[in-house]
């Protein structure tokens, strides 16, 4: 399948969308996966390793329909807590999965990412799938593999969904989210286990194990580190705090 360019693929889903969609309340989640399933359709991005892929390969992966089952996105953001009040900044947010979710929950959501075509495509399809009175609770944010470009204490919450295990110097990093996070704010990390899942990508030769996670989390400095490696099938979560 020839693959669309970034402006002309958002641009098709936003023209799609307006032309199947007339509801002003927007269109249901259900919905915006139909619809996506079916503009990607003949894209197989499972034997592609994320950071070789094109664009419309690793949203074909973002938006699969069965992310829903493995990844239980409503028990992610359960596991956050009350967000009324609450800004959370999603790095490596790629076609914005989660923070198109957060958006109903937070106060306000800081998409991050550095990929320019993503940020691009979260500022399109905010504009279809999020009711107007949300849109402006939903920022996005161009960043670099080395810096998220959080101001300080900015974020209550930072989760990093599928992304830590591609972050270059780690502990650097991690000081740096440190610095967005607000005192006493909560860091989120999730990524796959280090064991034999049914999944493809990310390979395990680059996966990192839990343990691994933890200790650099606790060099960096954060406090109460917290583990769930049971929740998620193919994922663990770890939690810990800015002093």
């Known amino acids: 399948m020839k693959m669309l360019p970034t402006s002309l693929l958002a641009l098709v889903l936003l023209l799609g969308w307006t032309s199947c969609f007339n509801s002003s309340k927007g269109p249901t989640e259900q919905e915006l996966n139909d619809y996506i399933d079916s503009t990607l359709v003949g894209i197989d991005s499972s034997d592609v390793p994320l950071e070789e892929s094109s664009f419309e390969e690793r949203l074909a992966n973002y938006e699969s ?3 829903v089952f493995w990844q ?10 009350d967000l009324s009040e609450k800004t959370v ?7 914005g999965y989660f923070a198109r979710r957060l958006a109903h929950k937070a106060k306000r959501v800081i998409a991050v990412d550095i990929d320019e075509q ?3 495509f979260m500022d399109s399809i905010k504009l279809v799938e999020l009711p107007k009175e949300l849109q402006g609770r939903f920022e996005t944010r161009l960043a670099t593999p080395e810096d998220a470009k959080l101001r300080n204490g900015e974020a209550n919450i930072v989760l990093l969904v599928n992304t830590y295990i591609y972050v270059p110097n780690r502990i650097d990093y991690l000081l740096r989210l440190k610095e967005g996070l607000a005192s006493g704010g909560t860091l989120v990390i999730i990524d796959f286990k280090k064991k034999r899942i049914p999944m493809n990508n990310p390979p395990a030769d680059i996966r990192l194990p839990l343990y691994q996670v933890e200790a650099e989390l606790e060099q960096a400095g954060y406090h109460r ?18 002093p």
Do not use: H
């Not at 028990?75 to 956050?80: F, G, W």
């Open 65 to 67: 329909k069965d992310r």
């Open 225 to 242: 580190i917290i583990s769930d490696d049971t929740s998620l099938d193919y994922q663990y979560i770890v939690m810990a705090t800015r």
């Open 72 to 81: 239980k996105p409503d028990l992610v953001i359960d596991r956050l807590g």
């Open 118 to 120: 993503f940020v691009e």
């Open 89 to 95: 900044a999603d790095i490596g947010a790629g076609s």
